[in-house]
């Protein structure tokens, strides 16, 4: 256990320059139509890594609900969202920022869930246990992982047919 | 699957088809014919109740060809093993009277209206009842026996038996009079966005039936082929099971077996599959 402790302790002072400009879910600003300007870390998003927290289940796992032809070596995408195909040429990183924190200020009821957001929710559980949340639930991406999926996303500029 | 079927699957997905996504749909047969000669209806207009759904459909037009195979002959039908041994429970004695469940019901034929017709208002008892309370009730009022658990292997292989006696019947669920309140408190949680993900029954059935979800093709989420053979457990899986896997999946805190939410859930979402047929225990991947 003193072990463990102290391994959190230093974890926690390892990441202090990041977390300093974290912008954490409670703070994140939005405009009228759900977009947020600025960057939730201040550090650039790494697109391999978003492909990563697009695809991993117990991550984004955006290919559940989106297909995206680019991502086509990992099987199984979804179709209760629409295709992220070209989603570059419709949505700016701002838009993009916005629609990943809480869809629902850009998509009022979006089916969508949020992904940098800590609720309220109704029953929230403890991840997919069925058993009750032990108190506040962390959002399901960190910033850094919202940074890393919008420069992907970036890079889906091509429709397919 | 024939080279035909697989050809009109990938027309019938269209541009979406990129290899690795969803598999080939395969083209939706709604004609449900069990053993040659029992007909199912898996489609009928929706009951008036429903606000959102023009039709409704059995769980089995969304399956694959091979999974709707399964549930074609009783002989290729897994859950034929739980109805059977239910029928051995059905005539055996339990309890302090020596009686069994076949001292008051002629047999299984005799209680062909039940599925059908349950989740229901007990008069007796002022609530609503399930199955599941009801053969509970038999067992121990009737039978001074010790109850079975509600989700234990005996009770799910008697509803499964109940079911497959019932198979056929047109489901026709009371909403209305004393059941009111509890129907309106399952419309309630069917509509509720729960859990961490924040998505309703209606969310997966009612907006996205159809639609892959991942590698699942989501159904309208009916409860007439319950208890269900799932191939992905090998074994039959009860209504109340069923309904903690979906809102587990949405991170959410689930209700108990049994619990009053539950039972009202059922009462609502059963409703929703008035006049389609009772095809239990139906096959499920």
Request: aromatic fraction near 8%; charged fraction near 20%.
């Amino acid at each position: 256990m003193k072990i463990k402790h102290t391994f959190a302790v230093a974890a926690i002072v390892l990441a202090a320059p990041v977390l300093a400009e974290t912008v954490s879910p409670a703070a994140v600003v939005f405009d009228e139509y759900g977009e947020v300007a600025q960057s939730l870390t201040g550090v650039a998003g790494n697109p391999e890594r978003g492909v990563e927290v697009m695809t991993n289940r117990g991550l984004g796992n955006c290919i559940a609900c989106h297909m995206v032809t680019d991502l086509q070596d990992h099987p199984f995408h979804g179709e209760v969202g629409p295709s992220l195909d070209g989603v570059a040429t419709r949505w700016s990183p701002e838009q993009l920022r916005g629609i990943m924190v809480n869809a629902k200020n850009t998509f009022p009821d979006s089916i969508m869930p949020a992904f940098y957001h800590v609720g309220p929710y109704i029953r929230p559980g403890d991840a997919f246990t069925g058993k009750a949340a032990d108190g506040e639930l962390p959002p399901l991406l960190s910033a850094q992982d919202i940074e890393d999926v919008i420069a992907y996303l970036m890079t889906l500029d091509t429709y397919y047919d | 699957m024939t080279k035909r079927t697989l050809f009109a699957g990938l027309l019938a997905t269209g541009g979406v088809l990129v290899a690795g996504l969803a598999q080939a749909q395969d083209i939706i047969n709604d004609e449900l014919v069990i053993n040659g000669d029992l007909n199912i209806v898996t489609q009928a207009p929706a009951a008036d109740h429903l606000d959102y759904m023009s039709v409704v459909r059995s769980g089995w037009t969304f399956r694959s060809t091979e999974t709707q195979a399964m549930q074609m002959d009783d002989f290729d039908n897994p859950g034929m093993l739980g109805v059977e041994s239910a029928m051995s429970d059905f005539t055996t004695a339990m309890g302090a009277d020596g009686e069994s469940c076949a001292s008051c019901h002629d047999g299984p034929e005799s209680l062909s209206n039940v599925r059908a017709t349950y989740p229901q208002w007990d008069e007796e008892h002022g609530e609503v009842q399930t199955v599941e309370m009801q053969v509970n009730e038999c067992i121990t009022e009737r039978m001074g026996a010790e109850p079975w658990g509600y989700n234990s292997t005996e009770m799910i292989n008697m509803s499964g038996l109940i079911s497959w006696a019932g198979r056929g019947e047109i489901v026709d669920i009371a909403i209305d009079g004393p059941a009111q309140e509890t129907w309106q408190m399952g419309k309630d949680l069917y509509y509720t966005r729960t859990g961490q993900l924040e998505l309703s029954c209606a969310n997966c059935h009612e907006d996205n039936y159809d639609n892959y979800i991942r590698a699942d093709h989501l159904s309208m989420g009916m409860l007439t082929g319950f208890p269900t053979y799932r191939l992905k457990d090998a074994r039959l899986v009860s209504v109340h099971s069923r309904f903690r896997g979906c809102i587990r999946d949405t991170r959410a805190e689930t209700y108990a077996v049994g619990s009053p939410e539950f039972v009202a859930l059922e009462l609502y979402v059963m409703s929703r599959g008035n006049g389609l047929s009772v095809e239990g225990p139906a096959v499920r991947n």
